[in-house]
């Protein structure tokens, strides 16, 4: 059966809807992605900063002779910011097809998650623009799907973001 891309989840038409999750944590949150985009998770290693890079960037570490940006993802969210630590990881992942490290609190675990489950993000007329693709309740929790090619949205009007796709380009 052919498959159709809706935001950061595939669905499959003839049901087979369930897909793998990793689970993470950013502040008092409960995020998701699809572990097909994650190529690898680290341990926190500090960053190197980048003069005139985007506020929620943490600079950039050497990934197997590859220059890979770090992205704070709670800066990115709007979520407080703590100064990472050894309890912080970092989850290599594919994010509108540039190869960023995402700085999260800590990954939780991998959850098979039904796409018949997820529920709309609620419209708070903000423009938010599809970071978070849908929310799940699970076990209680809430649990945000990130849209991972929504997270990085070009803005040509800022140079800081053209050092930040020049250097993720490399």
Not at 11 to 33: K, L, S
Not at 38 to 46: A, F
Request: proline share 6%; aromatic share 4%; net charge negative.
């Amino acid at each position: 059966m052919a498959h159709t891309q809706t935001d950061a989840f595939s669905v499959n038409r003839a049901g087979a809807g369930r897909r793998e999750m990793v689970g993470f944590r950013v502040g008092d949150q409960a995020f998701c992605i699809d572990i097909t985009s994650v190529l690898e998770i680290r341990g926190w290693t500090p960053a190197t900063p980048v003069p005139q890079s985007p506020h929620y960037m943490k600079g950039v570490v050497n990934l197997r002779g590859s220059v890979l940006p770090i992205i704070d993802l709670a800066a990115r969210l709007g979520l407080p910011t703590t100064e990472p630590s050894a309890r912080h990881a970092i989850m290599v992942a594919n994010c509108g097809g540039r190869t960023v490290g995402l700085l999260v609190e800590g990954v939780s675990d991998i959850v098979q998650l039904d796409d018949a489950d997820r529920q709309a993000t609620p419209d708070m007329g903000h423009g938010q623009g599809g970071v978070v693709a849908g929310i799940f309740a699970v076990d209680g929790a809430m649990l945000s799907l990130l849209d991972l090619d929504n997270l990085l949205p070009p803005d040509r009007s800022r140079p800081a973001d053209e050092a930040f796709d020049a250097i993720a380009a490399a």
